[in-house]
């Protein structure tokens, strides 16, 4: 009886020393991105004078920071722009801009991940914008961790970083409209 | 935005660069060819130096091959303006021009629509019998329009493409996209410059073989602004019809003396161009909030 008793304690001691100490943490885990609780906005500057902000709106993507095989891919419908008003997002969409018809989608993939500090990364990789492929380097901060209603683990990330619009082919409007373009993504990501 | 920049390099340089070269062309060819035929032979080439220049002008040359599929409007001005050219100096006849549109046309329609007939690595039915549909329209009315070159001056042919390619350019700058519209613009300041310039030179100019340049250019713009902008599809078929409307004046049987029917063939041209954009006129006021 006990022996059979120190056996049983034995086999707790190990699971809770696995959870605690094996377990790997939410973020380190692949993720997908969710769509609800992630945003992309958009600033630029209007005639010089004001910055004007946006939001693209269908986002979908996978993160894995710390596997074996770290990877960050994020895409964004670019029908899916919006700024509040129904005939700049048609303008936005048209070949002045985006072109969204031609060019359905924009895409970030990772090609090299480094964990610069506690929570942080830098993340290095190609953004596909208006059919032009550039590299970027972004610097990638987790946010905050927890569970969702569903009880599924949920980790945030932000990053913000700033292109010329001019580099990816969209030239038009430049003396009304910024070539500087800052992005602010903020992605709820979950376990997969 | 249309600024004053815009107008001069989007509408005056083409203007002038088009005015020029029927001008110079026909000069330098005066004693060569006849007088008709050195009036007329330049007008594809005339058109497709005015359209590039003001496309340059505005946007620069771009990359090759372009990243948007409208940018391939540039660069189909060179091949349009060399089967043009040689259309209009060799006389092919109807054979000759239907065969060049024949090929032309729908390989200019394809190449403008292509990133939406082959979207996602498969073929899209629905973006494909569009190319097709517009394709087939496209080279009846070249034909329509090059048998009406036979019939009226270069001067009122012109006159008749500048009144369907203004509102065209109003149109599709109503429609969402104010670089179609500017290119609408340069095309219509092509027709505007080969009118003045063929009004200078007297009326013994005809425009056949520009009809190639300045009928797969504008049905292609059109193409873009349905496709790629809000170009309304009915909006779409009015504006490219309006030109072809110019033979109600031509029906035998219908005795209009010369001015009474450049007034009347302008007259039709116009109402349906003019009512097109009057139609994207109150789409734009009733979609539009501040914008």
């Known amino acids: 009886m006990e022996r059979g008793f120190a056996g049983f304690s034995a086999a707790v001691t190990y699971g809770l020393v696995v959870m605690v100490v094996g377990a790997a943490p939410a973020w380190a885990e692949p993720l997908s991105v969710d769509a609800v609780h992630s945003t992309v906005l958009f600033r630029i500057k209007h005639l010089n004078t004001s910055y004007a902000w946006g939001r693209f709106n269908d986002i979908s993507g996978t993160l894995n920071l710390e596997g074996s095989k770290p990877v960050v891919e994020v895409q964004i419908k670019t029908d899916s722009i919006d700024t509040g008003n129904a005939k700049r997002e048609q303008h936005l969409k048209s070949p002045d801009f985006f072109n969204a018809k031609q060019f359905s989608s924009i895409a970030f993939r990772s090609t090299r991940i480094e964990k610069s500090s506690d929570g942080k990364y830098v993340v290095d990789g190609t953004l596909s914008l208006h059919g032009v492929q550039k590299p970027i380097n972004v610097q990638l901060e987790r946010t905050g961790s927890g569970k969702n209603q569903q009880g599924t683990a949920i980790t945030g990330f932000e990053t913000s970083f700033r292109i010329k619009r001019s580099d990816y082919g969209m030239k038009f409007l430049l003396e009304g409209l910024s070539d500087e373009v800052l992005l602010v993504v903020s992605l709820e990501c979950a376990a997969q | ?277 009057l139609r994207a006129i109150l789409e734009f006021n009733v979609e539009a909030t501040n914008y």
């Open chain 2, 1 to 277: 935005m249309f600024t004053v920049n815009d107008l001069w390099a989007g509408v005056a340089r083409p203007l002038v660069l088009t005015a020029a070269t029927v001008v110079i062309a026909a000069h330098i060819t005066r004693r060569r060819f006849t007088a008709r035929d050195s009036r007329s032979w330049a007008g594809p080439l005339a058109v497709g130096i005015g359209f590039a220049g003001g496309y340059w002008s505005l946007f620069g040359w771009g990359g090759f091959p372009p990243l948007d599929a409208s940018e391939w409007l540039l660069f189909l001005t060179l091949p349009l303006v060399i089967l043009g050219t040689l259309d209009s100096l060799l006389h092919v006849g109807l054979p000759g021009t239907l065969l060049t549109t024949v090929v032309a046309a729908p390989s200019a329609m394809l190449l403008l629509s292509w990133p939406l007939v082959k979207s996602h690595d498969t073929f899209q039915p629905d973006a494909l019998l569009l190319t097709v549909v517009a394709s087939a329209l496209t080279v009846g009315w070249i034909v329509a329009m090059d048998a009406l070159a036979a019939r009226v001056s270069a001067a009122r042919l012109s006159a008749i493409l500048l009144v369907a390619a203004a509102p065209a350019s109003v149109a599709l700058g109503l429609s969402g996209s104010q670089r179609l519209a500017q290119i609408g613009g340069a095309l219509a300041a092509t027709q505007a410059g080969a009118m003045v310039a063929h009004l200078g030179l007297g009326h013994a100019g005809v425009g056949r073989g520009s009809m190639l340049v300045s009928g797969v250019l504008y049905a292609g713009l059109l193409l873009c602004g349905h496709v790629y902008a809000q170009l309304t599809l009915v909006n779409a078929v009015l504006l490219f019809a309006a030109p072809a409307v110019a033979w109600a004046a031509q029906i035998p049987g219908h005795r209009f003396d010369g001015r009474k029917r450049w007034v009347t063939q302008l007259a039709a041209v116009a109402a349906v161009a003019g009512w097109a954009m």
